[in-house]
């Protein structure tokens, strides 16, 4: 299957929303399964995951009910209170749902830079290994040396990175810092990465597929095509780019790979590492 491994879904209400600000005119309106099924049918792609955007368990439980009433949500990353003591009670009620495959934590919105090594935060993400759901890293380029620190603490668990972990993409210098730290990270063996959320990054007022590029062959020698996914991050995407164009882009700067390499990161990884 062809699997878009990263978008999301919401009925907009700047109470519900409030990290969407003036930047965010475009987006400020629902985003729900009846618009995008058509855009995935027309790129040929059989599914997708759909992952938090709002830190409640009332969202992840919409979610979870979105995707039995649509068979092309194949997953759900939702959002669990991983600081809480309880946090088990939470687990316990959503991980007997089929469609939940993981969770997120919006890391780099925290005003503390360190909260991601934050003790009581751990201790609740411990306990995700338990029930069998990956974790998905949402950080800026500044966050990843705690997020190698973070990594390293939890061996047994999986990860997934997700926008390749937000670098500075500028027309005028490549983000040295992040490509040597974002090498450093896929060294362990239970972190993937998506290739997503990337045009949102760009600091200049146009991008193209060569801007991008740098990045992209980075992101392939860190991690290999065995733990790459595609996500559109939509409709977040649109912010700076359609979705059949951010697809297309995705496709082209992996196109030299073998067909199965292509495949692989096109779904067969987000069907294995999220056990879709």
Known sequence: MKIDSHQHFWNYSQEAYPWMTEAHEAIKRAFLPR????ILKRNQIDGCIAVQAQ????????????????????????????????????????????????????VHDEPDDDFILGKEFNQGIGKLANYDLVYDILIFEKHLPQSIEFVARHPH????????????IDSRAFDESWRKNIIE??????????????????????????????YFQTALEAFGPERLLFGSDWPVCLLRTGYDRWFNTVKTAIGELSASEQSAILGGNAERIYQL
């Not at 997934?160 to 500075?168: F, G, Q």
């Open 35 to 38: 618009d995008l099924e058509p």
């Open 157 to 168: 668990q999986q990860f997934v990175i997700d926008h390749i972990a937000k670098p500075r």
């Open 185 to 214: 990270l896929a060294g362990r063996d239970n972190v993937a990465c998506k290739l997503s959320g990337m045009a949102t990054e760009v600091r200049v007022p146009e991008w193209n597929a060569d801007l991008l590029e740098s």
């Open 55 to 106: 830190q409640t368990l009332e969202e992840t439980e919409w979610l979870l009910t979105l995707a039995e009433k649509n068979p092309f949500l194949k997953g759900v990353v939702g959002w669990f209170p991983f600081r809480d003591a309880n946090v088990s009670e939470s687990l316990d009620q959503f991980a007997i749902h089929p469609a939940l495959v993981g969770a997120r934590h919006v």
